[in-house]
């Protein structure tokens, strides 16, 4: 069998750089292709991956992405998960292939699909009971009210497989927080939990979102890649155990935490490496919070609670990284040394 030709967007990104670095060593011979916007970061990409064919274009290229699409086995599109018009121009390259020649689309979300709730009553740092799973609770997973975030390209991608099921395979992976150092050609580090960081540091003081009692889900990028790698052999395999199309849906997390233990954490750590004066948060009102980080009520004072069954108990997917409070210190440093702090 030929190795497969696969397809990537989003390589010099926090999720897709890992994901390729993990893809990459466990099947050198796979046939990569991967965009890339400019031939800085083609550069980047080659200088790593000399045997990746370096594909130019942006999310907007589409005519690029159908093309791309229409040749590929396996597509894994890490980029933006609300850019509409990518989804489209994918959705769109799919419907070339055939039952005899099926493309597997593995695409990315996040559980922010699950925050609506703290959207809808703009109410922060509250603790939310609701909790989602991927299993049993899959079709409430799939039909989420259209103003959750990153809905309207979900529902992209679910029908584009719906649209041809025996030439189309779909899963959609839905990492929470993520975490840790990535291992990729660019970006290689994360957002929540280092926008907080950076903020604690920049103000010289902790801080708290409302009560801090809201709660998400935590991933290591590293143990994320281990579920796009998953995927994708079991897309090589034609199918494997996974599951495709209506029911792919994968939260891929490691246990859940409370945003308050971090927000504490990092302004401990941070006095501790005497970065700052105090131990002690200050909770802030709301319209502080977003003068700090305009994404800062979403990123530390929603919940999002989604348990990740179907990764396991399919994939034999089994997360080993340290939790995110674990690396709460290694996260101050990096910021500290960003900010040019350390």
Known sequence: MAPPKVFLTGTTGYIGGDSLYNIHQAHPDWQLSVLVRSKEKG????????????VYGTLDSADVLVEEVKNADIVYHFADCDHVASAN???KGVTYHTPENPVWLIHTSGTGILTYEDFRTNTWGIERQKEFNDWDGINEVT????????????????????????????????????????RGPGNQKSVQAYW??????????????????????????????????????????????????DEGYYFA?????????????????????????????????????????????YAWGSNSRGHAIRARKLLGWSPKKPSLLELIPHIVDVEAKDLGLA
Request: aromatic letters at 6%; glycine letters at 10%; one cysteine or more.
């Open 43 to 54: 550069a980047q990409v080659a200088s790593k991956y000399p045997n990746a064919r370096i």
């Open 253 to 297: 997390e490691n246990g859940s935490f409370v945003w308050g233990d971090i927000q504490r954490a990092v302004a401990k750590t941070a006095f501790e490496k005497k970065l700052i004066s105090s131990p002690d948060v200050e909770p802030l009102p709301d319209a502080k919070i977003t003068e700090l980080n305009q994404f800062g009520l």
């Open 143 to 182: 039909s989420l009210p259209d103003d959750a975030l990153h809905r309207n390209v979900d529902k992209i991608i679910l029908d584009a497989g719906k649209s041809n099921t025996a030439a189309v395979k779909t899963a959609i992976v839905c990492p929470p927080t993520i975490y840790g150092p990535g």
């Open 89 to 91: 121009a994918i959705a």
């Open 196 to 245: 907080l960081t950076q903020a604690v540091l920049k103000r010289k003081q902790g801080l708290l979102v409302g009560q801090g009692k809201n709660i998400w889900h935590q991933v290591h990028v590293q143990d994320l890649s281990d579920v796009y790698l998953a995927l994708g052999e079991a897309a090589a395999a034609g199918g494997g155990k996974a599951t495709w199309g």
